[in-house]
């Protein structure tokens, strides 16, 4: 079996995190297990692709599944998935500030210009 180089890797990680569904579904599961009902209630989404996205999350080994009766519910596999969202919210937040930073200095340069 060939090893795959790990930015490989990583690259396929954040092409299954490159949903917006599947991202709302790691934050909601962050407050704990719920079940299927209740994320497509929080979700706008039809319930045949919030059940394709649960499954690739699923497969992927970031969420599993337990049946309660007849309702499924979800959670979060591990700490780390919310340990990555935190991390992305971080980076965002920088990234945003520096924007607005930006956008400040060129609406003073414009304002200055004119």
Excluded at 52 to 65: D, F, T, Y
């Amino acid at each position: 079996m060939m090893s795959v180089p790990l930015y490989e890797a990583k690259a396929e990680l954040f092409r299954l995190l490159g949903h917006p569904v599947r991202i709302r579904v790691l934050e909601l599961l962050q407050d704990g297990p719920m079940p299927v009902r209740d994320l497509l209630a929080a979700i706008e989404v039809e319930a045949t692709g919030l059940s394709q996205h649960l499954a690739v999350l699923r497969r992927s080994g970031m969420v599993n599944a337990h049946r309660e009766g007849s309702t499924v519910v979800y959670a979060l596999a591990g700490g780390n998935v919310a340990e990555l969202l935190r991390a992305a919210r971080t980076l965002l937040t920088q990234m945003l500030t520096g924007q607005h930073e930006l956008l400040s200095e060129l609406q003073q340069t414009e304002t200055g210009a004119s």
